[in-house]
Every structure is written in structure tokens, then in C-alpha cells.
Nanobody
Framework: QVQLVESGGGLVQAGGSLRLSCAAS????????IGWFRQAPGKEREFVGT????????KNVDSAKGRFTISRDNAKNTAYLEIDNLKPEDTAVYYC?????????????????WGQGTQVTVSS
């Protein structure tokens, strides 16, 4: 069973960029699709994006174009979420999780290995 631990959050200024880390243990991260989710105060958990098992980055994926980029470094057994042009509405606790599903899924029930999350707070 893979276990993931999120880190890298903090208080940042609007307009800046931030890279969150998702360190895996127990299993190699290369065997899993990675999903990122976030939950803002008083709101439901929201799907952010997902990275296929054999993909290194969503940077040039047309369907994933936007401010969020998911990547992985198999040598470090770590996945990442980069957020560009941060906005106050990005304020949330961010979670990563793993799945063996070969097709993209936004359903958190399909993922496992959840960490405790990392807090991102964006000031205006």
C-alpha cells in the first residue's frame, strides 16, 4: 500500500507561483496515476488534476492547460503540483492520492494513500 505525504504549502502573495510536493513511501510512485484535490473552508473537496502512470508532466497536455501543472520525479519517488498566477480563491488544503486506474478519474473514491494535506493561503 502506497502512502503519500504532502508538503510545500504556506502563505503566498497573489500573482506568485508555488510548487507542492507529494512524497511516496511503501511503493514506487511510478506504478500509480496521481491525483490532486483541494478543499477550501466551507466547501466540498474539489478535483484539481491527474497525471497518468507513464507520464512525467501535464505541462503539454492540451486538456490540462491552465495554471496547474502536475509532474513526477520517479528517482525521488515524489510527485508535484505547480500553481502559477496564484489567486485568493486558490486558498485551500491540498491533497494528493494514488490510483491504479489507467483512465482519468475525478472521483476521490478511486484514490487511496491520502496524506494529511498541506495548507495554501494566498493573500491579495
Amino acid at each position: 500500500q502506497v502512502q503519500l505525504v504532502e508538503s510545500g504549502g504556506g502563505l503566498v502573495q497573489a500573482g506568485g507561483s508555488l510548487r507542492l510536493s507529494c512524497a511516496a513511501s511503501g511503493r514506487s510512485i511510478r506504478n500509480y496515476r496521481i491525483g490532486w484535490f483541494r478543499q477550501a473552508p466551507g466547501k466540498e473537496r474539489e478535483f484539481v488534476g491527474t497525471l497518468a502512470r507513464s507520464s512525467m508532466s501535464t505541462k503539454n497536455v492540451d486538456s490540462a492547460k491552465g495554471r496547474f501543472t502536475i509532474s513526477r520525479d520517479n528517482a525521488k519517488n515524489t510527485a508535484y503540483l505547480e500553481i502559477d498566477n496564484l489567486k485568493p480563491e486558490d486558498t485551500a488544503v491540498y491533497y494528493c492520492a494514488a490510483t491504479t486506474n489507467v483512465t482519468p478519474t475525478t472521483n476521490p473514491e478511486d484514490y487511496y494513500g491520502w496524506g494529511q494535506g498541506t495548507q495554501v493561503t494566498v493573500s491579495s
